[in-house]
């Protein structure tokens, strides 16, 4: 097993400071995700962890090796994100089929056959140009492109976004399979969580430019949990845990409890569900930035 | 393999229960080849190690048994021996819950016996 390791990573734009200390590490192995809203830091943390981008601060390291300038790490990692439409010299008319040849060019184990499966299974048509693809297109020549690159570390950010139903749930299809029978390492970043929380062995969770969790997402989802009921009730019941989101309608309150471990009952007369990933993410999040 | 997967329960739990219902109802019988966690985690999109614990679940409890290089099989005795677990846990799973509705909406003891076995000559 290897591990892509992030330490202390700082990232500032100008005044802003977009990562604050994060400290990530990506196991092979396994299938991540990586939840957050938009501008908690997502694509900045996985253009610095693919040496796309230089941190201010901190250090990037596979098996201890730094990252940075350092071809034969970067060679067994793939960061596939969505191409650009437009240029500095205007529309970006390269074609498919050369935006392919290029990434082939650049991955050793690039799988050609695999390519052309996958463009047929998206249906797209190689002689069309990058600036006259659909949303939808564009991010299915960026999944093909990580699938054949048969990276050893694969990271697409936000795959599924332009994708419809059918595509989206193709991808994830497409992804067990190849997780099935490579091991190859995913890393995916979604805003659709609901549907591919069930991929995602690990879950990392980042707001603000922090990682405020990092956790096998069925052991998370084994200690969140959902209790409604009459306010003092409910009350009593969630006091000393991490609570989350607390809504009231009448006398009636609901929380989002976040356990050390499993519970194996509440006390009092409430009703104890389990939480989503999504509503879970949700109830972290929502609050996060009025206290800020 | 009919059921959706929800939310309410841990994915690992809903895959070892739904084999356990295969099991129950004949559409897996004894000395059978269960589906492997392969071809869970595709059908169902899951992640395979969460299949995979679904599956050592069974295997823990020996409703399942490993057939080294060919697959996982159901073992003899396995519907007897889920059907012993599901019976205790009957009162905890479902009847609790009936008594607290019935409670609930003021349905009488006797009415609730009546209905019981009303249902149960259908």
Known sequence: MSTLSGKNIVKRYGKDT??????????????????????AGKTTLLSILTAQNPANEGTITIDGEPVWENEKALSRICYSREI?????????????????????????????DYA????????????????????????????????????????????????????????????????????????????????AASLFEKVIIIDNGEIILEENTEELLARAYRISGEETAVDAAARGFKIYHPESIGRNKVVTVLAEGPVDDFAGDVQVEAVPLQNLFYAMCVDGRKEA | MLSNLGEDKSIYLQIKEMIED???????????????????????????????????????????YKKRGIGMFVQT??????????????????????????????????????????????
């Open chain 1, 116 to 195: 052309k499966e996958l463009i047929k299974l998206f249906d797209i048509n190689p002689k069309k140009r990058v600036n006259k693809l659909s949303k939808g297109m564009l991010s299915a020549v960026t999944i093909i492109v990580a699938m054949a690159s048969k990276a050893e570390i694969t990271i697409l950010d936000e795959p599924v976004a332009g994708l419809d139903v059918v595509a989206r749930e193709q991808f994830y299809r497409l992804v067990i399979d190849e997780y099935a029978a490579t091991g190859r390492t995913f890393v995916i970043s979604t805003h659709i969580i609901e549907e």
């Open chain 2, 22 to 64: 295969e099991i129950l109802r004949d559409i897996l019988k004894e000395e059978e080849q269960v589906p492997s966690t392969t071809e869970l985690s595709k059908f169902y999109k899951i992640n395979p190690a969460t299949a995979a614990k679904g599956i050592n679940l069974l295997v823990d409890e020996s409703i399942i």
């Open chain 1, 18 to 39: 977009v990562l604050k200390n994060v400290d990530v590490e990506i196991e092979t192995g396994k299938i991540y995700g990586l939840i957050g809203r938009n501008g």
């Open chain 1, 84 to 112: 650009s439409q437009v240029t500095m010299f205007g529309p970006n008319t390269i074609k498919v089929k050369d935006y392919l040849a290029t990434a082939r060019a650049f991955y050793k184990n690039w799988d050609e």
């Open chain 2, 77 to 122: 005795g396995a519907k007897e021996k889920i059907m012993e677990t599901r019976k205790k846990s009957f009162r905890e799973t479902f009847l609790k819950k009936i008594i607290s509705e019935a409670q609930l909406i003021g349905i009488s003891k006797n009415e609730l016996k009546k209905m019981i076995d009303e249902e149960n000559d259908l």
